[in-house]
Nanobody, 128 residues
């Protein structure tokens, strides 16, 4: 059973930065595909970014809405995936959750259904 614990959310002004962390346990970290999703009030959960384990290392992908502003990365020594968020906008306000799957494959997992394990979420609020 994979456990995921997020941290790093908070209140920040527009244009500011935050770094979210997701610590994974219960499975070989380097075998996990891990993603960040976000859900704003009254809206569906949206894919934000992912780091997928592939035979040659990792592959990352960022949603168009955050490309150039957010960066996903992972530290295998710390079993942690980070989401560095820069140039934050009020529309980035949401609950951010990390998700993981250990299924065999090379990634390209963009929907909630692709992931089997979820963290509790962390609130990010961007004021204008």
């Amino acid at each position: 059973q994979v456990q995921l614990v997020e941290s790093g959310g908070g209140l920040v002004q527009a244009g500011g930065s935050l770094r979210l962390s997701c610590v994974a346990s219960g499975h070989t970290f380097s075998d996990l595909h891990i993603a960040w999703f976000r859900q704003a009030p009254g809206k569906e959960r949206d894919f934000v970014a992912a780091v997928w384990s592939i035979w040659s290392g990792t592959s990352t992908h960022h949603a168009d809405s955050v490309k150039g502003r957010f960066t996903i990365s992972r530290d295998t020594a710390k079993n942690t995936v980070y989401l560095q968020m820069n140039s934050l906008k009020p529309e980035d306000t949401a609950v951010y959750s990390c998700a993981a799957t250990a299924k065999y494959g090379s990634g390209n997992y963009f929907t909630s259904r692709d992931y089997d394990y979820w963290g509790q979420g962390t609130q990010v609020t961007v004021s204008s």
